[in-house]
């Protein structure tokens, strides 16, 4: 996801019924980031990993084992 305006990114996680585990909006200055999540007290399964800038939107599967 390319974060060109360096604005707000929200992330959000859901599971597989989808219902939220966790949402963040996360604040920008560099094109590059990373976030650490902890997915340990989560039950194992298959999640959703949404994160949107602008108009952009990425979407990944993350299997929790």
Aim: charged share 25%; no cysteine; proline share 5%.
């Amino acid at each position: 996801l390319n974060n060109g305006n360096k604005g707000p990114v929200l992330l959000t996680i859901t599971d597989a019924n989808g219902r939220k585990v966790l949402e963040r909006t996360l604040r920008t200055t560099d094109q590059v980031m990373t976030e650490p999540v902890d997915l340990s007290r989560q039950p194992d399964g298959v999640y959703l990993v949404k994160v949107q800038s602008g108009q952009e939107t990425a979407t990944e599967k993350v299997v929790v084992n």
